[in-house]
Structures are given as C-alpha cells and as structure tokens.
C-alpha cells in the first residue's frame, strides 16, 4: 500500500510485481465476517525487482528501503462502509495460475498476496466516538517481505539494517512502510475482536499509527480511543498526542501488552521509520544503549517511563517463548481485586475479601501472554497488591487482576524454553514480575480514565468469547469510556 490510511470517496495507491500476464483485484470488509465488497477489471502484470540488502546477504532484500514499485491508483467508492478492508491479488492468464480462486473468509484471512488498509469517513466522529488504533508501525517493523515460496526473512528483527545518522535522519535501525508483505497479525489479534465489536452492537472508527502520529487533532473527535494486541512501536507525537486526549478528559483502552516499548522516528516523508534499538546486526549490536527504550533514563534512553501513560511496562512483565508462535501457556488467569468496582460489575467474581479464595479472572484460558505488562507492586497487611509508583506508574493506579510470573530470566536473548520471561528493569524494582490489569484516571479537573488489560491476547480470549467474565469486563469498560466522563 501506499498508505494503509483512505478516505470515502478518496483514492488508494498499491504497487503489486507480478510474473502473471494479468491481474484482478478484490476488495472485503473485516467485521463480524469478512465481506465482498467489490471487484476490479484485469490489469497487465509485470515483475519489478527487489532491493538488495545494503550488507550484501545474497538471497535478501531490504528492508530498509522502499521497493519503489509502480504505483496502481484506484478510488475508493463512497458507498463503502469505514473499517478495515482487505485488498486481494488475484492472477489471470498465467499457465497454473488461480484462475477463479473461492473467495475469502475470516478462516483463510493470513496469508500472502493479500494486504490491509483503514478506511475512514469523511468526518472524524461522525460514526462513532470510538476509534480503534490498528498498530501499523509495529506490523511494519515485524513485516519479514515474505512471499509464497520465498523466505526474504527481513525486517527488523530478520537481517536488520542500522543506519549512523546524519543529513537528517536519525541513528538507528530503518525500516520501510514501502515493502511487501502479508496478513498474520490483523488475522490473528484484530479480526477477532474486531468481530465482537460488530456483533454486540459497538461502532467504532479506524486510524493507524501514521494517523496519530501526523494528526494532532485527530483525537478531539473521540471520546474513547482503542489500542489492541500488540502495540509496542510508538513516536513521540504519538505518545504526545494520546498524552494531551487523556489530559482533556479522553478514555483509553489499551487492551494490548508490550506497549510503547520503543520510540519510533518517521522518515522519508512518513514512508520508513528509524528506532535505536537493542536488535542485532549479524553477531554484532550496532549501537548500545539503545536510545530509543521509552523508559531508560536520558541520555541512554528517552527518560519517559512508557508506564506514565499506561500505567505498566514490559519491564515488569515478561513474554512466552515457544518455537510454535504463540505457543501453549499457562491458563491461571489474573486474580481478582477490588471485585466491588464498576469493571466487576454483573460477572459474580470475588476477591476473597469475604475469607475466600478469590477468583481468576479467564482462568482455563490463555489470558496471560503471550506477552504481558505489569507494575511495580507491594502487598499491603490485607494481602492486596498496590502500585508503588516508583517505576512511573502513576499514583492513582488501581491493581484490579495480577497473575505473578514465575520464574524469571533477564537475558532477552537466551530465552529458557517454556517459562515466562522478561526483558529489563531497574535494579531498585523488587516486586516479581507480574502481569497487571488495572486502572487510573490523570489528575486535574477534565483528566480522562485510562484502563490496560496488561496483556496482548485479551482481543483474543474476548473475540472468541471464551470466557464470560472477560466479555462482561469488556462490556462494562466500553460501556463506561464510550463517553468522556468529565
């Protein structure tokens, strides 16, 4: 895509290399199912190359550089509804080529030859005070250049490429928004949740990262904006933009864990973005410290704890290693605090503060993970775990679930197979690690409330309704922040 981001009645820029004589294109909406929208007529095909990786690995591409393939533009019909649409390439006339393939649906949406984009309406809000944020920056950084039968394997964490700086740009790792690639995140956080939205009757608007982060009005139409899944690569107008919403009086969902873990810096005319981060560069680390964690203190990180917007951080949680991407986990759930509070509300859970043995939030599920956030913690007399604040949690954080992760290895780069672990964190930190769900709401008169599920996978277990409880919770949540409460 030229930008994953189009407007009603706007136009869209694809750039397709094909070694078919001719190609279609077809055009679905993501909801509650995947839906046929539309059918382009046949185009003539051509094979454009790729760039070669700047480090001379034969057999790779680049990641860093924009393909510079020729650009398709089409219009975007006005009688399409917003939401996330699916582009589809389809051949024509090539000897074994598909031909007339079924169409797809929400059980064969990954894969290649097939890509993504937001379509928004004309007028911000006009559709809905919600507005889901799908995390197309960290898509992108992910994104290897995959196709059927080819394993490029570049991308940020596959062969990156590290550029020094200067004439403008900054230090760090590039990645270009201009590469091919495919559908597996959308396929496996979003369109879950996605559909649930859908089917109990909650209209919500699109916007990608590129949005935000461009848009310092973007937000005032909004009174509840969504981030899902895995929302870890952020710029600093970004963050700034969420931090002002939340300010005046605006609500966030961060139902996503290992959020604003790094700062990313968009170049190149917003097409390709630089982040200093600890990644490899072939046996070697280009640059350390990484300048570009959220939270390490200036001038070996940015010196702005992630957790002051979110209320956790990656720090203090961990992830799940496991060869089978997203692998079998544990399925202890959160235990339950304050069970009084609105978010309990109408699910029969309890805290054991009656003598009990309090309940779990998604147990028998895979709630927890694959990556989690979590808070600096201490237990009070009762046996409740309350935020310290000393890791910039911000003070009125409430602990409502919490699932301590045991053991612990703080070597990202020498994972033990099939334990929970973590990446970094301060020495003076000696809660354990735990994965955190809690809320606060930012001080001031007009301060807006911001809640985190503290866990990529909670779109997942809500979406495919799998637990009651989290549906109830996710219900009274986007009952409650639907509208600004101050």
Request: charged letters at 20%.
């Amino acid at each position: 895509m030229g930008r994953e981001s189009v407007t009603l009645g706007g136009e869209m820029t694809l750039h397709i290399s094909t070694d078919a004589p001719r190609f279609r294109l077809r055009f679905y909406r993501l909801g509650d199912t995947l839906a046929f929208v539309g059918e382009s007529g046949e185009f003539p095909g051509g094979v454009h190359p790729a760039p070669d990786h700047p480090d001379g690995l034969p057999g790779r591409a680049s990641p860093a550089d924009d393909w510079e393939w020729p650009p398709l533009t089409l219009p975007v019909p006005e009688e399409w509804n917003q939401g996330i649409h699916l582009v589809e390439f389809v051949e024509c006339g090539a000897p074994g080529g598909r031909g007339n393939p079924p169409l797809l649906d929400l059980g064969h949406l990954e894969g290649y030859a097939r890509e993504f984009f937001v379509v928004r309406p004309r007028v911000a809000g006009s559709r809905s005070r919600i507005l889901y944020k799908k995390s197309t920056f960290t898509r992108h950084a992910y994104n290897r250049s995959d196709r059927p039968g080819l394993d490029r394997a570049v991308s940020l964490y596959d062969h990156p490429v590290h550029r020094p700086g200067g004439a403008g740009e900054p230090r760090g790792h590039k990645v270009s928004l201009h590469r091919p690639g495919g559908v597996i995140d959308l396929a496996y956080w979003d369109a879950p949740f996605i559909g649930w939205l859908e089917r109990h009757g909650y209209p919500v608007e699109y916007a990608t990262d590129l949005d935000l982060h461009e848009d310092p009005g973007l937000l005032a139409s909004y009174d509840l904006l969504l981030s899902v899944g895995h929302d870890e690569y952020w710029s600093g107008r970004m963050r700034a933009h969420a931090e002002a919403f939340v300010r005046e009086g605006g609500n966030i969902a961060f139902l996503s864990a290992n959020t604003c873990w790094w700062r990313v810096h968009p170049t190149d005319g917003n097409t390709a973005f630089v982040s200093d981060t600890d990644h490899h560069v072939g046996e070697e680390y280009p640059h350390l410290p990484a300048t570009d964690q959220w939270w390490t203190p200036s001038p070996d990180g940015v010196g702005n704890p992630e957790n002051s917007l979110t209320g956790v951080s990656f720090r203090n949680g961990g992830m799940w290693a496991a060869a089978d991407w997203p692998g079998d986990r544990p399925r202890f759930g959160y235990t339950v605090q304050h069970a009084g509070h609105w978010i309990y509300e109408g699910t029969g859970l309890r805290d054991g503060s009656a003598g009990g043995t309090p309940d779990r939030l998604g147990a028998g599920t895979s709630l927890i993970g694959y990556e989690v956030d979590g808070a600096a913690y201490a237990y009070d007399d009762a046996g409740t775990a309350r935020a310290t604040g000393e890791d910039g949690t911000p003070e009125s954080f409430l602990i409502l679930g919490i699932h301590v992760l045991e053991p612990v290895h703080d070597d990202f780069h020498h994972f033990k197979w099939g334990h929970w672990n973590t990446v970094v964190r301060e020495e003076t930190i000696t809660s354990p690690h735990a994965a955190t769900m809690g809320l606060y709401t930012a001080p001031g008169p007009t301060g807006g409330t911001v809640f985190t599920a503290g866990t990529t996978d909670w779109p997942v277990v809500c979406g495919h309704e799998q637990d009651p409880a989290v549906v109830r919770v996710t219900r009274n949540l986007l009952d409650r922040l639907r509208h600004r409460l101050r």
